[in-house]
């Protein structure tokens, strides 16, 4: 069974500009995740999506960074315009039940690593 | 709110050494599930094990095994005879039934052959 695939594994860019990170989750998994993870800590999340629907963005700095799922597969998590706290490990992560009826574990794919100058 | 310690930061041993990992939780759920994962080199976490609230019974897999004391609000992690394979960063995780997961800030393990 194919992991969670991310693209691309590592990015540089200056502030300002802009940057564009996909995810496809394990096939029939109906929820995906975007996490952040900083240097030296643990993941928080971003954003919870179940099919193609925004479960949970309370984390997401709605100002700069947006995120897609629009066939309930594959996801994409946009930030416009990057600023250097952003510099972070982006995980993302799926999960076959719905959270909030999930006792299960999540499947985190390697990552992409943002670094912003 | 919830809230995920890890108070060791960084832990070295030696291999075939036995170490053990911390971890503290808080939550005003009475029920909730604890994970831990576990963070190689190459990025991916990965799952371990999950702990139902109302389950504190030990479990031991092979050379892991965990403890869940309710009463102190931990979920303790032991790798007996470590091997260098098992050098990682190690994340506690605590989740409510319904709602996101918390994660501790984690503990590097480093095994030295």
């Known amino acids: 069974e194919a992991g969670v695939a991310q693209s691309p594994r590592y990015k540089i860019i200056e502030k300002r500009q802009s940057v564009a990170f996909w995810c496809n989750p394990i096939s029939g998994h109906a929820t995906l995740y975007w996490y952040q993870q900083i240097l030296g800590q643990g993941p928080k999340l971003l954003i919870q999506f179940q099919n193609n629907g925004v479960v949970d963005d309370s984390q997401l700095p709605k100002d700069r960074f947006s995120a897609e799922r629009l066939k309930g597969v594959d996801s994409t998590l946009k930030i416009q315009p990057a600023k250097l706290e952003d510099s972070a490990v982006y995980l993302c992560?799926?999960?076959?039940?719905?959270?909030?009826?999930?006792?299960?574990?999540?499947?985190f794919g390697e990552g992409s690593r943002l670094t912003v100058l | 709110a919830q809230k995920v310690t890890q108070a060791q930061t960084e832990i070295s041993v030696v291999e075939k050494e036995d170490v053990t990992l911390d971890c503290v939780y808080e939550t005003r759920d009475t029920t909730y599930y604890l994970f831990w994962y576990k963070q190689p080199p190459s990025g991916e976490l990965v799952f371990l094990i999950r702990?139902?609230?109302?389950?504190?019974q030990n479990e031991i897999s092979g050379r892991y095994s965990w403890n869940f004391q309710k009463s102190t609000s931990s979920f303790n992690f032991t790798i007996t005879a470590s091997q260098v394979v098992d050098s990682a960063v190690y994340f506690c995780?605590?989740?409510?039934?319904?709602?996101?997961?918390?994660f501790g800030d984690g503990t590097t393990l480093t095994v030295k052959p």
């Open positions: 995780a605590l989740k409510p039934p319904a709602g996101k997961s918390t």
């Open positions: 992560a799926s999960s076959l039940v719905p959270s909030t009826t999930n006792t299960g574990e999540l499947f």
């Open positions: 702990r139902n609230s109302f389950d504190e």
